[in-house]
């Protein structure tokens, strides 16, 4: 083993050696004794000769619904490929039922760390994330920090990672919308100038990146939320469909979380007054965020809910079978439009812009506000399922290889 391991350094050699033919017992054992080895898709192993034993560590950090689904996936690949994962949770969304029942559904490891920021102003948020994970960082020395998406927490730990010199890997990067100065926004093209790695949903995203002269280590890999609808796909859940004798194709299933949607009462009245006209014509089905509960029961809107059957926040498995047996979706949550596209069903997105440009561009989801929400929801539309848009599903095996060649 040992004139192996001299041989490759001394040959100067490629960083990983796939070896065949290794039965399990002692042989194996000192393997995984001398280097970094994970399974392969093809069921080799697959030894990290030159890192002297190293093991390679990487930070992700995680702290809304739809960080908690893509961490699923590439946890599952970085566990194949013995990379050693430190899992950081901010505590973004607060909420039992909004994030632990996400740990548990989607089977992710509990957070290695838990820093239960919770709810608050954006810079107050941002800077306690901030504060907190900077002593995580130094004590654990990664080689990379994974980030997701366009959250408070994906800034924040870019930031930190980017000022103690700690390469920066941010999922779904080059997503793009107005207005800017929209938080999520803000938080996206920050993070995109941060970052080492971008790891790109969309061709469209690429474009989004050279039109910001950004070309050095942007990657086209997929959406990694399509990675996790295949394989969760047939562990959809209907029981909240069966429970409320729900008819295939005749509901609209609706979410709403986003504050220039709910945190002023005029606004928001508007909105649920639309609601409230599309519930004579067809059963809404609204699981209700808790910031829009708070909202509606302060302002006291309630009125117009009484036709619409509403719920508890609930669990990914079922609120994907709500999706699957739906008619439409009603929403202004970014992952959900995707996971909606990925189930060949429309959505009608309660915002100014999306960061889904290209599902808007071919007419299959419609943007909406609160005086065209009606009409936009019975608009007829004809158009041919637009497939591919989002890659083939294999994202985070795309990502591994390339941070593994990285590093």
Request: proline residues 3%.
């Amino acid at each position: 083993m040992e004139n192996l391991k001299r041989l490759t350094k001394s040959l100067n050699l490629e960083k990983f050696v796939i070896f065949h033919g290794f039965k399990k017992g002692k042989e194996l054992d000192e393997l995984f004794n001398m280097a970094d080895i994970g399974i392969g898709s093809l069921g080799m192993y697959r030894i990290n000769l030159n890192s002297g034993g190293k093991e390679m560590k990487i930070i992700s950090l995680i702290g809304a619904r739809p960080q908690f689904i893509k961490e699923a996936v590439l946890h599952k690949e970085f566990e194949k490929n013995g990379i050693k994962e430190i899992l950081v949770h901010s505590g973004q969304h607060y909420d039992k039922n909004m994030s632990d029942i996400f740990f548990q559904t989607l089977n992710i490891k509990s957070p290695d760390y838990y820093l239960n920021i919770g709810s608050g102003n954006h810079g107050e948020m941002t800077g306690k994330i901030m504060i907190e994970f900077e002593k995580i960082v130094i004590k654990e020395k990664p080689d990379i920090v994974l980030v997701y998406g366009d959250t408070n927490t994906t800034l924040a730990g870019a930031i930190v990672a980017s000022k103690l010199k700690i390469p920066v890997a941010h999922v779904e990067a080059g997503i793009r919308q107005k207005p800017k100065d929209m938080p999520e926004e803000i938080n996206r093209v920050l993070t995109d100038r941060i970052a080492n790695y971008l790891f790109c949903p969309s061709k469209l995203a690429v474009e989004n990146l050279k039109k910001e002269n950004i070309t050095d280590g942007v990657y086209f890999v997929g959406d990694i939320m399509y990675d996790l609808y295949k394989i969760m796909e047939k562990q959809f859940k209907y029981e909240i469909f069966e429970k409320l004798k729900l008819k295939e194709n005749e509901y609209i299933l609706m979410t709403m979380h986003r504050d220039f949607n709910v945190d002023k009462k005029e606004k928001l009245e508007k909105i649920l007054n639309q609601i409230e006209k599309i519930s004579k014509e067809k059963t809404i089905v609204f699981p209700i965020h808790p910031r829009t509960q708070k909202r509606i029961k302060e302002f006291k809107l309630e009125k117009y809910l009484e036709k619409v059957i509403k719920l508890e926040p609930i669990d990914y498995l079922n609120l994907m079978g709500l999706v699957k047996k739906s008619w439409k979706i009603i929403t202004d949550s970014g992952g959900l439009q995707k996971e909606v596209y990925f189930a060949q069903k429309q959505a009608i997105i309660v915002m100014p812009d999306t960061g889904w440009r290209g599902l808007i561009k071919l007419k299959w989801n419609k943007l909406a506000n609160e005086k065209n929400l009606y009409n936009k929801t019975f608009d007829k539309n004809e158009i041919k399922y637009p497939e591919n848009i989002y890659g083939d599903g294999n994202a985070g095996i795309k990502i591994v290889e390339i941070l593994k060649r990285m590093i």
